[in-house]
């Protein structure tokens, strides 16, 4: 039998070959809330849908409205959903006293107090208002900070405010331009 007479013979069959079941089948996307949003990973910026339901992120993928990207990610970027919904990732502070070989939890609070005051107490015993000629420099060259590739413009905004402008720190780098 020809493909024709086939397609024919199915019509005749049934008139509507598109079940109940396929109507009602929609994209688990439909209802869901859609927030634009920017790639966290590098400074191409490439623009992100993030979808979510009952508080909840369920998608993220590429804005077609984006000038910059088109609607595109490269791999990094489309796995960012992985990386908010992982069940490996960390959730609690991790911390390794010196010399100790294990790991700990501690708070959220006592890891930014622990870090104040040792951020505190090194800049105190280091901080320089003129090197050894005399120039006015008001910084200290004991702290570093490295920034990941997953702060926010905002974020980077204030540690550059913070750690440059406020305490004087000069080796404040980006994981994402190393
Ligand atoms: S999708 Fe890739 S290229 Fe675009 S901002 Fe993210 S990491 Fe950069």
Redesign the pocket.
Known sequence: MGIRNRIRTHVGRNPNPITAHTREAHSRLAGANVTVS?????????S?LIYTKNGRIIDIE?NYDSP??GG???????A?YGLVNNPDRLTTVRYRPPHATQWEDRSLAWCMERIAQLVKQTRDASYEETDTNGTTVNRTLAIGHLGG?TLDNEENYLIKKLWTGGLGIVAVENQARI
């Open positions: 920017v790639c966290p990973y590098c400074a191409v910026g490439c992100q590429g910059i990207s595109t990610l490269c791999p990094k970027g489309a960012t590739a």
